[in-house]
């Protein structure tokens, strides 16, 4: 079993985008700029956002966080993304979710310009994607897109099975995977799927995405297949610290003794993630000063 290390990738990756910054500075540019939005105080998202903003500098990049209260309304909240769309310094820009309930997430993605929309949300981006067409690609399916491509995992006539069919995750991965450039066979099970380990038993590559800790055992995985974990839950844990252990979709220990790769968690695909965001803004600043 080898290990797919997100961390390893994430440097490389930043090590790339810093070279960009750093020659795009000798042409007198400016370098590129995130900002992240986050509503509320989700102890998770203060996690990504922050660390979204660390590895953004490590690149070289311009970035800041704007912090507002849960009780912020959903007018409030579009005018403050109309503020960023206009703002020619800010080259892209992501709202993190979950955000309150009363506010409408799809509506604020959609109020997102598509051309800074680097978490690849909104609508038109979306319906790029499941045509082919160049667009922001959601930052977990790029990145695991991206691990699969730098360790040299073909896809191409592979059976792949993903587990979870979420707007972020499972159902833009599974339009990926299925594209000409991938040419895998795609199986996208969830929740209602009858005989679920009828189907992962059959699968090259596994990319389990439902958010259940665990949920993926030995007895699931045919032996020698890829497993692709991009689940990411806080289990309570008074051993800890901080009060919780991290746990993703796959129940590491057994799994890991029969497949041929897997992702560890955390160190996997959370790290990847934040690459292809931080490949997103690059992409919306060459679109940019390319014009
Ligand atoms: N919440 C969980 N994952 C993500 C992500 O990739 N982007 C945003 N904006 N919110 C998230």
Same mark, same amino acid.
Do not use: W
């Given at each position: 079993?080898?290990?797919?290390?997100?961390?390893?990738?994430? !440097?490389?990756?930043?090590?790339?985008?810093?070279?960009?910054?750093?020659?795009?500075?000798?042409?007198?540019?400016?370098?590129?700029?995130?900002?992240?939005?986050? =509503?509320?105080?989700?102890?998770?998202?203060?996690?990504? =956002?922050?660390?979204?903003?660390?590895?953004?500098?490590?690149?070289? /990049?311009?970035?800041?966080?704007?912090?507002?209260?849960?009780?912020?309304?959903?007018?409030?909240?579009?005018?403050?993304?109309?503020?960023?769309?206009?703002?020619?310094?800010?080259?892209? /820009?992501?709202?993190?979710?979950?955000? @309150?309930?009363?506010? +409408?997430?799809?509506? #604020?993605?959609?109020?997102?310009?598509?051309?800074?929309?680097?978490? *690849?949300?909104?609508?038109?981006?979306?319906?790029?994607?499941?045509? *082919?067409?160049? +667009?922001?690609?959601?930052?977990?399916?790029?990145?695991?897109?991206?691990?699969? %491509?730098?360790?040299?995992?073909?896809?191409?006539?592979?059976?792949?099975?993903?587990?979870?069919? !979420?707007? #972020?995750?499972?159902?833009?991965?599974?339009?990926?995977?299925?594209? @000409?450039?991938?040419?895998?066979?795609?199986?996208?099970?969830?929740?209602?799927? %009858?005989?679920?380990?009828?189907? &992962?038993?059959?699968?090259?590559?596994?990319?389990?995405?439902? *958010?259940?800790?665990?949920?993926?055992?030995?007895?699931? =995985?045919?032996?020698?297949?890829?497993?692709?974990?991009?689940?990411?839950?806080?289990?309570?844990?008074?051993?800890?610290?901080?009060?919780?252990?991290?746990?993703?979709? =796959?129940? /590491?220990?057994?799994? !890991?003794?029969?497949?041929?790769?897997?992702?560890?968690? @955390?160190?996997?695909? *959370?790290?990847? &993630?934040?690459? !292809?965001?931080?490949?997103?803004?690059? %992409?919306?600043?060459?679109?940019?000063?390319?014009?």
């Amino acid at each position: 079993m080898q290990l797919l290390d997100g961390k390893k990738i994430l !440097s490389e990756i930043i090590e790339e985008l810093s070279e960009q910054v750093k020659a795009h500075a000798l042409k007198g540019q400016r370098p590129p700029c995130l900002v992240a939005v986050l =509503v509320g105080d989700d102890g998770a998202s203060q996690t990504y =956002v922050s660390s979204k903003e660390k590895n953004s500098a490590a690149c070289g /990049f311009t970035s800041r966080i704007l912090r507002f209260e849960a009780s912020l309304t959903q007018e409030q909240l579009i005018n403050e993304i109309e503020k960023l769309n206009n703002d020619i310094e800010v080259d892209g /820009f992501i709202v993190q979710s979950p955000l @309150p309930k009363h506010i +409408s997430a799809q509506k #604020i993605f959609d109020a997102i310009a598509p051309d800074k929309d680097v978490d *690849g949300f909104n609508t038109l981006n979306t319906g790029k994607l499941t045509k *082919g067409m160049d +667009s922001f690609v959601p930052a977990t399916p790029l990145g695991i897109m991206e691990l699969l %491509k730098r360790y040299k995992i073909e896809t191409s006539g592979k059976h792949c099975v993903v587990i979870g069919r !979420s707007d #972020i995750v499972g159902r833009p991965l599974s339009i990926l995977l299925s594209l @000409p450039n991938a040419n895998a066979t795609v199986t996208l099970c969830h929740s209602r799927t %009858k005989n679920l380990e009828q189907h &992962t038993l059959q699968a090259d590559i596994i990319i389990a995405a439902l *958010g259940q800790p665990e949920f993926l055992k030995a007895h699931m =995985v045919k032996e020698g297949a890829i497993v692709i974990d991009v689940g990411i839950s806080r289990i309570d844990d008074a051993s800890k610290k901080n009060g919780f252990r991290l746990s993703g979709d =796959v129940k /590491f220990d057994e799994v !890991s003794a029969k497949c041929a790769y897997i992702t560890p968690v @955390p160190g996997g695909i *959370g790290l990847m &993630t934040i690459a !292809s965001l931080l490949q997103n803004t690059m %992409k919306a600043y060459h679109a940019k000063f390319e014009n």
